[in-house]
């Protein structure tokens, strides 16, 4: 085997290298812009630009902040399209920046009010070890696992279920108008926490019932109770691990498989594979990575998911695996306007 020569290397104090090295502080630098993010978010920055431009003065008078300081951090945003500040000093939304309104549909703010947050920036800091032993680090950090820890502090689990459904919302239609669904049968949403997909999927199907399957403090906030749905659905609370409601025809796991490591998986499809009507089939939502070096959401989600929990984001021979061990197989892929995909399976 070759043993690298450390004398073999790029000349890193050329003009050429420089950029690389700009890029490589700017990313070391990452924890400011979501620090940036989750300032802007917390003081309504993009709700008052809602009518307009504004100066940095005028909007430190609405929120209560140093003007001088305030630009700063809007500034920085600005470079990086959250936000635009023009030649006299007035910010402009921008469309990243739309997101981070308020009460408008598609907003995002409540996911970056959660994606910021210390239950996600804590567990990050331990990356380092989480990588050394082979385990999340929110448990080293919070003293319980995920989603136990959630069961037992109050306001935490309310920014995660009001996170996690702004985190879906802007994909429910998208990913409901991305798969044939039949026209007729029933439609088992396990995992769906407050139904924003079956909501979607029932609109667009009359023919189609829904059954929202989720632990009962999620369901308590559904969103089925909508025009033309009464008399189509139901919620049960329930334990996906154990059994899920027989004689589905389709059985959805949005963003479900990721938070769970593969034996944990291999129940849930194997639950939801006992269930299936004759002919049914099993669809994995979630983001399915891409081979090589170029951007891809699930990337980033993969290395949350290593710091929070003990699943990750799967790529088809990984989830191949998992069908086939819970007595299914895939059939076929499916892309979405947005970063997940639909992974459709049927009985083996």
Same mark, same amino acid.
């Given at each position: $085997?070759n043993?690298?020569?450390?004398? +073999?290397?790029?000349?890193?104090t *050329?003009?050429?290298?420089?950029?690389?090295?700009?890029?490589?502080?700017?990313?070391? &630098?990452?924890?400011?812009?979501?620090?940036?993010?989750?300032?802007?978010?917390?003081?309504?920055?993009?709700?008052?630009?809602?009518?307009?431009?504004?100066?940095?003065a005028?909007?430190? %008078?609405?929120?209560?902040?140093?003007?001088?300081f305030?630009?700063?951090?809007l !500034?920085?945003?600005?470079? !990086?399209?959250?936000?635009?500040?023009? *030649?006299?000093?007035?910010?402009h939304?921008?469309p990243?920046?739309?997101?981070?309104?308020?009460?408008?549909? =598609?907003?995002l !703010?409540?996911?970056?009010? $959660?994606?910021?947050?210390?239950?996600?920036?804590?567990?990050?800091?331990?990356?380092? *070890?989480t990588? %050394?032993?082979?385990?999340p680090?929110?448990?080293?950090?919070?003293?319980?696992?995920? #989603?136990?820890?959630?069961?037992?502090?109050?306001?935490? %689990?309310?920014?995660? +279920?009001?996170? $996690?459904a702004?985190?879906?919302?802007? $994909?429910?239609?998208?990913?409901?108008?991305?798969?044939? #669904?039949? +026209?007729? =049968?029933?439609?088992?949403?396990?995992?769906?926490g407050?139904? =924003?997909l &079956?909501?979607?999927?029932?609109?667009?199907?009359p023919?189609?019932s829904?059954?929202?399957v989720?632990?009962?403090?999620?369901?308590?906030d559904?969103?089925l109770?909508a025009?033309?749905?009464?008399?189509?659905? %139901?919620?049960?609370?329930? *334990?996906?691990?154990?059994?899920v @409601?027989?004689?589905?025809d389709?059985y959805v &796991?949005?963003?479900v498989l990721?938070?769970?490591?593969?034996?944990?998986?291999?129940?849930?499809l194997s639950?939801c594979?006992?269930?299936?009507?004759?002919?049914?089939?099993?669809?994995?939502?979630?983001?399915v @990575?891409?081979p090589g070096?170029?951007?891809?959401?699930g990337?980033?989600?993969d290395?949350?998911?290593?710091?929070?929990?003990?699943?990750?984001? !799967? =790529?088809?021979?990984?989830?191949?695996?998992? #069908?086939?061990?819970?007595?299914?197989?895939?059939?076929?892929?499916?892309?979405?306007?947005?970063?997940?995909?639909i992974?459709e399976?049927?009985?083996?």
């Amino acid at each position: $085997m070759n043993t690298p020569d450390p004398t +073999d290397h790029l000349d890193l104090t *050329d003009a050429a290298a420089n950029a690389g090295a700009a890029h490589l502080i700017e990313q070391a &630098l990452g924890h400011l812009y979501s620090a940036a993010l989750r300032t802007a978010a917390l003081h309504h920055i993009a709700d008052h630009l809602a009518g307009g431009p504004r100066t940095a003065a005028e909007l430190a %008078r609405l929120t209560g902040t140093d003007p001088v300081f305030l630009r700063r951090c809007l !500034r920085y945003l600005a470079s !990086r399209e959250v936000f635009s500040e023009d *030649d006299h000093g007035a910010f402009h939304l921008t469309p990243a920046a739309q997101f981070l309104r308020t009460k408008v549909p =598609g907003s995002l !703010r409540d996911a970056v009010l $959660m994606l910021t947050d210390d239950i996600f920036v804590r567990s990050s800091g331990a990356l380092d *070890d989480t990588i %050394r032993t082979g385990a999340p680090g929110f448990p080293q950090v919070f003293g319980a696992p995920f #989603f136990e820890y959630l069961q037992g502090d109050s306001r935490a %689990r309310e920014l995660f +279920d009001a996170g $996690m459904a702004a985190f879906s919302e802007p $994909m429910d239609d998208l990913v409901a108008g991305a798969y044939p #669904f039949p +026209d007729q =049968g029933t439609v088992v949403d396990v995992g769906g926490g407050r139904g =924003g997909l &079956l909501r979607q999927v029932l609109l667009r199907h009359p023919g189609l019932s829904g059954v929202l399957v989720d632990q009962a403090p999620a369901l308590e906030d559904h969103v089925l109770d909508a025009p033309g749905l009464s008399g189509r659905w %139901r919620a049960e609370p329930g *334990d996906f691990f154990a059994a899920v @409601p027989d004689g589905g025809d389709v059985y959805v &796991l949005k963003h479900v498989l990721h938070d769970w490591d593969d034996e944990a998986a291999v129940r849930i499809l194997s639950a939801c594979r006992r269930g299936l009507a004759p002919g049914g089939r099993v669809l994995v939502v979630d983001s399915v @990575p891409e081979p090589g070096n170029g951007p891809h959401p699930g990337k980033a989600l993969d290395v949350a998911m290593m710091t929070l929990v003990t699943g990750r984001e !799967r =790529g088809p021979k990984e989830l191949d695996g998992l #069908f086939s061990r819970a007595g299914l197989r895939r059939t076929r892929i499916l892309s979405t306007p947005t970063f997940a995909s639909i992974v459709e399976a049927v009985a083996a």
